[in-house]
């Protein structure tokens, strides 16, 4: 796909442009059309509410989109994303090859860096679409993109460019990983995938660990787990030391069960292809680190994935098993489907022993999260006020809206083991996501500030809310906000 940023030169067709609703009528925020913004009343659907786009053609047959971005008061760069995104999209159904966009004027209304990163990204968001398995060859050709100044761009401009580029390149990396379905999409396939990517960026080293690995780790609740498959499973490890080398390093963990059937506590038939994206939590935080790699952070991270496939072989997991996991600790499984929590419990207490300034965990964990916050809000865990404070920080420039959900002794009560120190599922009714989140603190050490994001309702089918987002398929979630809070280490 091509992006670009230069200074406005002539014959620039093929337009669009971003209006704002004011009290009494519109106004158009890129200089360069003033003159046209006269006669764009007359023409019929042109309105400036947000999300309204109206294409209008040119005499000489180009066109010209106008985007609505709605009132001034409640403008920010998650609507600028999602106007832009219909915008190109309608540039995409006019099968335009190349569109313009001024950015004479909008820098009055966003931090110059802030605007090009936006658009930058949304216009990668509204070019993913997994069509490699797909035999017919009319595909169509990505839409060429290009920032018009009436000068030089400036430094912060160019900045945002590459930022939204380098977020823009790993959101459509986490999309394909999560579309792809489980047979192309193992363990193995999936930390090969991740290993051939990371291999491309400068400064970003990754190992794979093998089941022989993971069984000398000691990570029983993950090889407790990939036992009822014929698919081994595997521990990705990313490190990027882009900061100071006494800094310590942020943790990212992410869940990258790559197909869940739930085990012998087998899901219902209906949707279930959609498990798939049940690694979208690996997928988000491996994507992050491909961003934060190409955008050149200067900050530490390192990304732990345990990855498996949760199927019912004669080996499988049966409800009431035992696994012993990393920490020594033990637990019950009383029901083979809630196995994100298994997996993650050995990458917790692995990701404590690196002794990290602080540990993000991403997961698809609980359809109880669905039931509470549906596909808007990623819910997130933690005790740690400040890093409760930090998170909710990167939402305004992320764009994501993060929820932030409780977590209490209560919680931690309510999955006691009968028979084992901890049991898998709660003991009690309702909370099944808070639950969730008191069985994963048992792995974390309690002196490193920790928080957990349940993504079961934000990680797939969320265009119906999100312009940019498809409305079938993975979104992306959390790759902006992981990019945004690695900052902050
Ligand atoms: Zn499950």
């Not at 046209?36 to 989109?65: H, R, V, Y």
């Not at 309608?90 to 936006?118: C, M, N, P, Q, V």
């Not at 080293?205 to 993971?214: G, L, P, S």
Request: aromatic share 8%; charged share 25%.
């Amino acid at each position: 796909m091509k992006i670009y940023l230069k200074k406005k030169s002539q014959n620039e067709t093929n337009q669009i442009i971003f209006t704002l609703k004011t009290e009494k009528s519109f106004k158009v925020l890129s200089n360069a059309f003033e003159k046209e913004a006269k006669n764009l009343s007359k023409f019929p659907g042109f309105s400036s509410d947000f999300k309204k786009t109206l294409n209008i053609s040119n005499p000489d047959g180009s066109s010209l989109i106008t985007a609505g971005l709605g009132t001034k008061e409640e403008l920010n760069t998650e609507k600028l994303r999602e106007a832009f995104a219909l915008a190109i999209g309608k540039a995409k159904s006019l099968k335009l090859s190349k569109i313009f966009i001024s950015l004479e004027g909008l820098e009055k209304y966003f931090d110059e860096e802030r605007l090009t990163e936006a658009l930058v990204f949304a216009a990668f968001a509204m070019n993913s679409k997994l069509t490699k398995f797909k035999t017919s060859k009319n595909k169509t050709s990505a839409i060429e993109v290009c920032f018009t100044t009436s000068g030089t761009p400036s430094k912060k401009l160019k900045v945002g460019l590459e930022s939204g580029t380098a977020q823009g390149k790993a959101l459509l990396l986490c999309r394909e990983w999560g579309d792809t379905p489980g047979n192309f999409m193992t363990p193995t396939l999936f930390a090969k995938s991740v290993q051939s990517e990371a291999k491309k960026r400068p400064g970003l080293e990754c190992q794979v660990w093998n089941k022989a690995r993971i069984t000398k780790e000691k990570m029983g609740g993950l090889l407790g787990v990939s036992k009822g498959s014929d698919e081994e499973p595997r521990f990705i490890v990313l490190k990027y030391m882009g900061g100071s080398e006494k800094k310590k390093p942020l943790c990212l963990v992410g869940k990258g069960l790559t197909f869940d059937a739930g085990g012998i506590s087998l899901k219902p038939a209906s949707g279930m292809d959609e498990m798939r994206y049940d690694m979208c939590g690996g997928a988000a935080v491996a994507a992050s680190m491909m961003a934060i790699a190409d955008a050149k952070l200067k900050t530490n991270v390192i990304a732990l994935i345990p990855s498996s496939e949760n199927l019912m072989n004669g080996s499988a997991n049966k409800p009431g098993d035992i696994l012993t996991f990393r920490n020594k600790k033990t637990a019950e499984v009383l029901n083979t489907d809630a196995e994100g929590r298994l997996i993650l419990a050995d990458a917790l207490s692995y990701a404590s022993e690196l002794k990290p300034a602080a540990i993000f965990d991403a997961a698809t964990l609980t359809g109880a999260m669905v039931v509470a916050l549906g596909n808007v809000h990623t819910g997130f865990y933690t005790r740690d006020d400040k890093l409760a404070t930090q998170i909710q920080s990167v939402e305004q420039d992320a764009g994501e809206r993060l929820w932030r959900m409780p977590l209490t002794d209560y919680h931690v009560s309510d999955i006691k083991g009968r028979f084992a120190d901890l049991a898998n599922m709660g003991s009690s009714r309702g909370a099944g996501s808070a639950q969730a989140a008191g069985f994963l603190e048992q792995f974390v050490d309690s002196r490193i500030p920790w928080a957990h994001f349940d993504i079961a309702g934000t990680a797939w089918n969320t265009g119906n809310r999100q312009s940019y987002c498809p409305t079938k398929g993975a979104s992306g979630v959390l790759v902006r906000s992981f990019f945004e809070l690695a900052k902050l280490f």
